[in-house]
């Protein structure tokens, strides 16, 4: 293959930090770089994506680039429709960023770059039908099947996180109550730690002594690092927010009945501490227990690096078509039918 073939450039935008790597057909990175997001300004995120591009392309070349964005991203991957973390509001990203840089580019929802990099490169590997959820300060999530990224009617597919599974439950910035991610994420985490702090438990005074005593300054990192060291009530908090991961994720395998969850994000690097209690409910929770195969539960691999990866495979890859374009393609075929003619299933005009 053409060296030109063999490398791309992927791009993972996030609120704080826009990251870059050129990506080898391994899904190694062979180079990267990042800027600070400079601002919420369509216009001025573009000229740093540009800007990361040209860096990378003056000491390697490229066949195209990647963009994994946070947020809805519409079926021909070129418009960011709404972004909760940038003021991208319809916005063209796709073509936007090519005429600043020349070479081709795919736009694509992070999670499912992130899901694609692991089902290519890491934890999924020879597993065609995967649920990817990402735990962070919220939940995201995406969806493969048969090995084929699933975007849904829409490209808005996998939003996880805003199920409501306790009708009348906590508020969600989402606008709605009770949704999965109020109670299986980093923000979960802290909302629970705070309620021990606020009545007063002893159990949380080591937890305060790593703040130096500022409930402010506990954040679900710092729980998740609690944990591992030791700490009973960091442990128990995890053990809570895993129950509720595995209750969720029996209730995505209900609806798609896939081989393996993986699962990432910052609030995964507790490992055990969060996924064994998430089996255990998972396996509790599961519809048709003892009668059926368990989906695996498996952390992902590639870490913070997936959506870069993702991204830019994406960008190469012509194995990257979505179930949704697959199925407008055959419903383009067959109706493609003229004056005394029909269309068979494998595209052919047939005469009547």
């Not at 409501?164 to 109020?182: D, L, M, S, T």
């Not at 130096?212 to 729980?223: C, E, S």
């Not at 992902?300 to 190469?316: E, I």
Request: glycine share 14%; with cysteine; net charge neutral.
């Amino acid at each position: 293959m053409p060296l030109l073939e063999r490398l791309a450039i992927g791009i993972d935008i996030g609120g704080t930090r826009v990251k870059a790597g050129v990506v080898d057909l391994d899904g190694n990175v062979v180079d990267r770089t990042g800027r600070d997001t400079p601002t919420t300004s369509p216009t001025e995120v573009e000229d740093t994506i540009a800007d990361v591009v040209r860096e990378l392309r003056g000491r390697h070349t490229v066949a195209g680039v990647g963009i994994g964005a946070a947020g809805f991203v519409d079926l021909t991957r070129s418009t960011v429709l709404f972004s909760p973390h940038l003021a991208w509001r319809h916005e063209p990203l796709r073509d936007a960023v090519y005429r600043r840089i020349g070479l081709s580019v795919v736009v694509e929802n992070d999670a499912n770059a992130a899901a694609w990099a692991e089902f290519r490169f890491g934890a999924a590997q020879r597993e065609d039908d995967l649920v990817c959820i990402t735990l962070g300060t919220g939940i995201g999530g995406a969806i493969m099947l048969d090995g084929l990224l699933f975007r849904g009617r829409h490209g808005m597919a996998g939003e996880f996180g805003h199920m409501q599974v306790v009708p009348g439950g906590h508020a969600c910035e989402c606008g709605n109550v009770g949704c999965w991610e109020q109670y299986a994420s980093g923000n979960a985490l802290v909302r629970e730690a705070l309620a021990l702090v606020e009545a007063g438990s002893p159990l949380v005074e080591p937890l305060l002594a790593r703040v130096g005593g500022d409930p402010a300054a506990i954040t679900g990192l710092l729980v998740s690092q609690a944990a591992r060291a030791g700490d009973p009530a960091s442990v128990a908090l995890l053990r809570q927010v895993g129950d509720w991961l595995g209750v969720g994720m029996a209730g995505l395998a209900a609806a798609f009945d896939n081989g393996v969850f993986v699962v990432g994000g910052g609030v995964s690097d507790a490992g055990e501490l969060l996924l064994g209690p998430a089996r255990e409910a998972f396996r509790r929770s599961l519809t048709g227990r003892g009668f059926r195969s368990e989906a695996r539960i498996v952390r992902a691999h590639l870490g913070n690096d997936a959506g870069m990866v993702g991204a830019a495979d994406l960008a190469r890859s012509r194995r990257s078509r979505s179930r949704s374009s697959r199925r407008q393609s055959r419903t383009q075929r067959r109706a493609w039918v003229g004056d005394g003619a029909s269309v068979s299933m494998l595209g052919h005009r047939r005469v009547e």
